[in-house]
């Protein structure tokens, strides 16, 4: 169990909350996320039913806000009309990004083609209602900057950021935040790296929960709770206050998504 530390508050920026793995016990999730000092936590949308389940747990928990589209593996089935559905669910105020959007040519679970128009479309929705986007890049670094150059639009996060230092830092200069996730608790050089020379004020934590837990719970379920292990990693490598860093990568993801209290 993750001990608490007084006066902390920590900010999980991604995970998936309606995930089946939460089906049996999400409020004692929620509960043991909130024990731990996770004040604010954002449940990502995955597609059209995704986004509307993760905005009605908005409303069941007052420490969840959501970001709503279409993920690269879902492409395939993308249309134009979850658009306009994703227009009117914006219109809520725990509404906070759009994604999880971006590319993914490592599972290739959609056809390549088809998350290219997807993450335009999300691109161009996220820009006209002026939100923030949560990307999601997994070998095809080269490709997504590109559209995103293309679209010139530069606002949100990436996030569990698995890439080299080089296009981390071209994310930043364009106006990005990196989200790191509890990868950096396994071994991490290449990630070790990246964060040693990113500026603190661009940068986010994050579970990716259910998946991705960090060491020590490395293999089980994860959950918003953890979130603390990878502060912890990342204060390690800094040689940083763990408090100093939870108030940074906290204001950084209220800043972000536009988070006001």
């Known amino acids: 169990m993750v001990s608490s530390k007084s006066n902390v508050i920590l900010f999980d920026s991604h995970c998936h909350l309606t995930d ?15 024990d731990t000092g996770v004040k604010y936590l954002l449940t990502a949308g995955l597609n059209r039913s995704d986004s509307k ?7 069941e928990f007052d420490s969840i806000y959501c970001s709503i589209g279409v993920h690269p593996h879902d492409a395939d089935k993308f249309s134009e009309s979850e658009l306009t559905e994703f227009k009117i669910l914006s219109k ?24 290219e128009r997807a993450f335009r479309a999300q691109i161009d929705l996220a820009k006209e209602l002026n939100l923030p ?40 200069k364009l106006g990005f935040y990196i989200s790191i996730s509890g990868s950096i608790t396994y071994d991490g050089n290449k ?8 500026p603190l004020d661009r940068l986010m934590i994050e579970t990716d929960a259910p998946y991705l837990a960090p060491v020590p719970n490395r293999g089980k379920r994860n959950e918003p709770a953890f979130v603390r292990y990878t502060l912890q990693t990342i204060a390690q490598i800094l040689n940083k206050d763990f408090s100093s860093l939870a108030q940074i990568t906290t204001d950084n993801a209220k800043r972000c998504f536009g988070i006001q209290d």
């Not at 793995?21 to 996320?33: D, F, G, P, Q």
């Not at 809520?92 to 998350?115: C, H, M, W």
Request: with cysteine; hydrophobic share 35%; proline share 2%.
């Open 92 to 115: 809520d105020n725990r509404v906070k990004a759009i994604g999880e959007t971006g590319l993914d040519f490592f599972r290739n679970y959609s056809k390549p083609e088809n998350q």
């Open 20 to 34: 089946r793995a939460y089906s049996l016990n999400l409020k004692e999730v929620i509960n043991r996320a909130k």
């Open 53 to 59: 389940n993760s905005l009605k747990l908005c409303h």
């Open 133 to 172: 986007m949560v990307i999601h890049i997994r070998d095809a670094y080269p490709q997504t900057m590109k559209i995103l150059k293309e679209n010139g639009y530069f606002k949100g996060v990436l996030h569990c950021y698995s890439g080299d230092e080089a296009f981390a830092q071209e994310a930043i």
């Open 191 to 198: 990630l070790k790296s990246v964060i040693k020379q990113m």
